[in-house]
């Protein structure tokens, strides 16, 4: 969001609750060149979803490119997954997405730019994460089959698939917690590092442009090669 409102893009999030980091981010977009607008909802149920929605209309009348990356994910060995945890890991990072989308659609005109956010783990698997893993293979599925259903109106879909990125949730690990975390994956990646949240942007940046143009139906990995 941020990096879209440097480039000048008028730009609307949501946030399911009052914290410092959505204080932080307010402060941030008011000093760029693109406008940006805060909303809170949930973007994981319907209800959000049309407000979210609801909300880009009255604002921008229409959209030029919808990015879905709200997502969450609680580790749990296979042995003791619940029903409950996958139907929450379904409705956060799936259903959510379809929700979005399919609200946010009818203010999309031809030329517009759907990203998904995928994962590197829906390629590779991770243990204690089936539920996760499914779910982000489901959605390179819904990815695909928008971009051949939209893609008659000009409208193109694709998945980002970050690996492990260097986030803000690892700067609020004690420091020692933090370097462990940064040291062990490090090592997946062939590059020996972490991606920074910078190197994600600028991959949702080019493909919401008009320079990925003949680029749909794409799952696009940035993981350093793990």
């Known amino acids: 969001?941020?990096?879209?409102?440097?480039?000048?893009?008028?730009?609307?999030?949501?946030?399911?609750?009052?914290?410092?980091?959505?204080?932080?981010l307010g402060k941030e977009l008011a000093g760029l060149p693109g406008t940006g607008h805060l909303v809170r909802a949930d973007a994981s149920d319907a209800a959000g979803a049309r407000l979210l929605a609801d909300r880009a209309r009255d604002l921008f009348g229409g959209l030029d490119a919808v990015v879905n990356n709200?997502?969450?994910?609680?580790?749990?060995?296979?042995?003791?997954?619940?029903?409950?945890?996958?139907?929450?890991?379904?409705?956060?990072?799936?259903?959510?997405?379809?929700?979005?989308?399919?609200a946010t659609l009818p203010l999309l005109a031809g030329g517009a730019s759907i990203v998904n956010f995928g994962s590197t783990v829906a390629r590779i698997g991770?243990?204690?994460?089936?539920?996760?893993?499914?779910?982000?293979?489901?959605?390179?599925?819904?990815?695909?089959?928008?971009a051949r259903e939209l893609g008659?109106?000009?409208?193109?879909?694709?998945?980002?698939?970050?690996?492990?990125?260097?986030?803000?949730?690892?700067?609020e690990l004690p420091p020692e917690a933090a370097a462990q975390q940064r040291a062990i994956f490090s090592k997946f990646a062939a590059v020996g590092r972490l991606g920074t949240p910078q190197e994600i942007?600028?991959?949702?940046?080019?493909?919401?442009?008009?320079?990925?143009?003949?680029?749909t139906g794409q799952n696009i990995h940035v993981d350093g090669c793990v």
């Open 1 to 24: 969001m941020l990096a879209a409102a440097r480039a000048g893009a008028d730009v609307l999030t949501c946030y399911r609750q009052e914290n410092d980091h959505v204080t932080t």
């Open 152 to 171: 008659p109106r000009n409208i193109r879909v694709n998945t980002i698939s970050p690996g492990r990125i260097d986030t803000e949730a690892l700067d």
């Open 201 to 215: 942007a600028h991959v949702v940046l080019f493909l919401i442009s008009d320079q990925a143009s003949y680029i």
């Open 126 to 146: 991770m243990a204690s994460g089936a539920h996760y893993t499914a779910v982000k293979q489901g959605l390179i599925g819904l990815t695909r089959s928008l």
């Open 70 to 102: 709200a997502g969450d994910f609680t580790p749990a060995p296979y042995d003791d997954l619940t029903d409950a945890a996958w139907a929450a890991a379904v409705q956060s990072n799936l259903t959510g997405t379809h929700q979005v989308t399919q």
